[in-house]
């Protein structure tokens, strides 16, 4: 059933269909075709400092070397548990149980320095070899030297910081493809991206639109154009242009097939992006949408938005629907 999905003076039609099937690949290159060339760097503090989702996209042999981490069999103290990592002022030491495969080491691995980077100073953690979905594969803290005080969040930060953060992915698919650029310059890549390649629509929310909700940044559906499925984005253009370019960079993902961790549209198939971020916590839409926004030359913040299918509004604040 067709939903008429009115924004005052926007008009869009979303109707519920089978999930798009672009891939990382296809993302890469079309962003590649929209490219601008640089005008002006970015904030160089951000572009050095490691965050999560690094943990899932550098080799892990780079992110050992770079956190002067090590990684050493060792019993657990609960059969449970697939792997430890503790946070000692020389370095981190991560421990994994005997008898894993070279892929399950690897994924712990990564789950536990994505962790550490999204929330350093948080002492000793634990993870368990749960693979079957990554909403079984948990983190949990058990007792330990804190490392939240003055000295260990100096070592945090310190251990967190390199000196060029673009280097580390020259030549993967992941390296900025003409270095960094302004966030006006991403986001007009991404709607660039949405409207010729996705064949969708990508608009800032209308002027003469309602009040758009508190803490909704982005609304997703999809329709459908000479028979082919589109995506049809909305962001908000009153937030800071960082903010704006990483909600951007989160709907490409959305729209390009993304791993939506069992998240589901409304009943009018529309989706809902809240402002609120955190780290990206492994394989999904958020970390596709952080690298995506590197490979297009911005060095992303965290990329872990809400997603959800109704907002905290009331019905005068709703869009009109038919």
């Known amino acids: 059933m067709s939903v ?3 924004l005052n003076s926007s008009t869009v039609t979303a109707m519920k269909g089978h999930h798009m099937t672009d891939n990382v690949a296809s993302i890469e290159q079309r962003a590649s075709e929209n490219r601008p060339r640089p005008t002006e760097p970015q904030d160089c503090e951000r572009t050095e400092v490691l965050r999560a989702h690094d943990a899932w996209a550098l080799p892990v042999e780079v992110l050992l070397d770079l956190l002067n981490a090590t990684v050493r069999k060792a019993e657990m103290p609960y059969d449970a548990l697939g ?33 550490y980077l999204g929330k350093p100073g948080t002492g000793m953690c634990t993870a368990t070899p749960a693979f079957e979905s990554d909403s079984e594969f948990k983190i949990l ?7 939240d005080t003055a000295d260990g969040a100096v070592v945090d930060a310190e251990r967190r910081t390199v000196p060029d953060i673009a280097s580390l992915y020259e030549g993967s698919d992941w390296a900025p493809m003409h270095g960094w650029c302004t966030d006006e310059e991403v986001i007009g890549a991404l709607k660039a991206l949405i409207v010729d390649h996705l064949h969708g629509l990508a608009e800032d929310l209308p002027e003469d639109a309602s009040e758009w909700p508190e803490g909704i940044g982005a609304t997703v559906a999809f329709g459908y154009k000479d028979g082919e499925r589109c995506p049809l984005v909305f962001v908000d253009p009153n937030l800071p242009s960082g903010l704006r370019a990483d909600l951007w960079g989160f709907c490409v993902a959305l729209a390009s097939g993304g791993d939506l961790g069992g998240a589901e ?3 009018d198939g529309i989706f809902f992006v809240g402002t609120q971020r955190s ?12 690298l995506t926004l590197q490979r297009v030359g911005r060095r992303p913040g965290d990329c872990g938005f809400q997603l959800g299918s109704e907002p905290a509004m009331s019905s005068e604040q709703l869009p009109d629907a038919a």
């Open 279 to 290: 780290p990206v916590t492994g394989p999904g839409v958020g970390l596709l949408a952080a």
């Open 265 to 267: 549209p409304n009943e």
């Open 141 to 147: 803290s058990i007792p330990g030297k804190p490392a």
């Open 83 to 115: 792997a430890m990592l503790g946070d000692p002022s020389s370095g981190l030491r991560i421990y994994v149980r005997p008898g894993l495969s070279d892929y399950e080491v690897s994924r712990l691995v990564r789950k536990l320095i994505g962790h």
């Open 4 to 6: 008429v999905w009115k």
